[in-house]
């Protein structure tokens, strides 16, 4: 690899990880123009919450910071990516936290999930990278309690979380509180979706179709 070679690889990571930077701000704060000029207009989105086009996702997005009530915030947290550059596609892996204030549901919980997304990233005629597949990879998560005197004896417990994936059944439970099921095809660290995903974004970034 010759200097230029360095210079243009560095542009390209430099430009990537600007979007996932992006996106994350776009999205907690609803600029919603920012967040959808991160994708391709073909893109996909593949989460707890939603499976499709990203174009449905934003406008899912804008009814669901619309309905947070007073209080309510969340945001998503990027860490650093590991990126591969392959002349105009690229694979990205960056840890993400998803921190959530609930309030009054009936008490006020700090919900937290860990994973990571896995993006496939183009770069078409305008020059401009963007994410072509955004898929979220669920580690685990957590929800406690903003004042624990609030919330009476028995009330983990009472709850039924065995219906949903260990990696992220807490968020599952709260989104079945509001009336959103969760997909079934939610990819858990450690499970054979990951292998599969994993080995499918290997095969794209040396030419393969997904």
């Known amino acids: ?38 994708y391709q207009p073909d893109a996909e989105m593949n989460i707890s919450w939603f499976s499709g086009a990203a174009s449905d996702f934003v406008e899912r997005s804008k009814g669901m910071l619309a309905d947070f009530k007073p209080g309510e915030h969340g945001k998503h947290q990027i860490g650093r990516a590991r990126i591969n550059v392959a002349g105009d596609r690229a694979t990205s892996e960056c840890h993400v936290e998803l921190l ?38 669920y580690e685990k998560d957590r929800m406690d309690p903003v004042n624990p005197a609030d919330v009476p004896a028995g009330y983990f417990e009472a ?8 990696a992220c059944q807490i968020l599952c439970f709260r989104l079945s509180l509001i009336g959103r099921a969760p997909m079934d095809n939610i ?10 995903l994993e080995s499918d974004a290997k095969n794209w970034l040396g030419g393969a179709s997904v």
Not at 1 to 17: F, G, Q, S, T, Y
Not at 23 to 30: N, P, V
Not at 187 to 196: A, F, H, K, R
């Open 1 to 38: 690899m010759n200097n230029n070679d360095r210079l243009n690889l560095v542009a390209d990571e430099h430009e990537i990880d600007q979007v996932l930077s992006a996106w994350a701000f776009a999205r907690d704060c609803g600029d919603w123009d920012v967040l959808s000029n991160c």
């Open 100 to 137: 959530r204030r609930v309030v009054g549901d009936p008490f006020d919980f700090d919900a937290i999930s860990w994973g990571r997304f896995f993006d496939l990233f183009e770069k078409r005629e305008d020059g401009v990278w963007r994410i072509f597949r955004r898929t979220m990879v």
């Open 159 to 166: 709850m039924d979380l065995s219906q949903y994936p260990p």
């Open 187 to 196: 990819i858990q660290v450690g499970s054979d979706g990951e292998v599969q």
